[in-house]
């Protein structure tokens, strides 16, 4: 059985990104909550880099070529330790929030060539059933009205914009993708909406 100790934070002294501050906290329905990783003071910037990143097992534990869910988060940290700071939520809801167990299922359709999309829509779940609300909630509840975010995807900015919050966007693309990447990337553009440079 889970104890759940929302709201407690821990100093992490990491190989590659230095010390990072990790804020357990409630933003969305994951078992034991999810996390908020904060570089230097981003509250006190006038607008902190921000990456919303869904937590990936194949990609982020086991290196799948399928997606670039890893890489996105990596350049993400980046950019935010040479800004100095920044903050990265990390939402515990694998498969676009289909759960792990339809992620498995698609994925296997998905090997066999069908995309990521119609996967999920083949097995009766949504291709992305997240919602950003609480991420907003908790930067307005931290004085955030203002943000760079580091992102594909229009539905995290108009997310954030619902409740007020002033968005600029920063696409996040991996540079001289695989097939299987660049695959994606058309996925997610025809039928995601997401905003992705050439």
């Not at 990609?59 to 700071?85: N, R, T």
């Not at 968005?167 to 996925?187: F, I």
Request: proline letters at 4%; one cysteine or more; hydrophobic letters at 40%.
């Amino acid at each position: 059985m889970y104890k759940n100790f929302l709201g407690e934070r821990a100093t992490i002294p990491s190989r590659v990104w230095g010390e990072i501050t990790v804020e357990s906290v409630e933003l969305t329905d994951a078992v034991d909550g999810d996390l908020v990783l904060l570089k230097g003071d981003p509250f006190s910037a006038e607008a902190p880099l921000v990456r919303i990143h869904s937590e990936c097992v194949f990609a982020e534990a086991f290196d799948s070529a399928l997606c670039d869910c890893a890489d996105q988060m990596h350049m993400a940290l980046s950019e935010i330790c040479k800004e100095g700071c920044g903050i990265l939520f990390y939402l515990r809801i694998d498969g676009r929030g289909a759960g792990l167990s339809a992620k498995v299922k698609a994925t296997a359709l998905e090997v066999e060539g069908m995309d990521t999309h119609d996967s999920r829509i083949s097995i009766g779940v949504s291709p992305d059933n997240r919602s950003f609300q609480k991420v907003a909630e908790y930067l307005v509840r931290n004085s955030v009205r203002k943000v760079r975010l580091l992102t594909n995807n229009p539905d995290k900015a108009n997310g954030l914009k619902e409740f007020g919050i002033e968005v600029e966007t920063a696409s996040l693309r991996v540079p001289n993708p695989s097939d299987e990447v660049a695959s994606l990337y058309r996925t997610k553009a025809e039928k995601f909406g997401h905003l992705i440079d050439d």
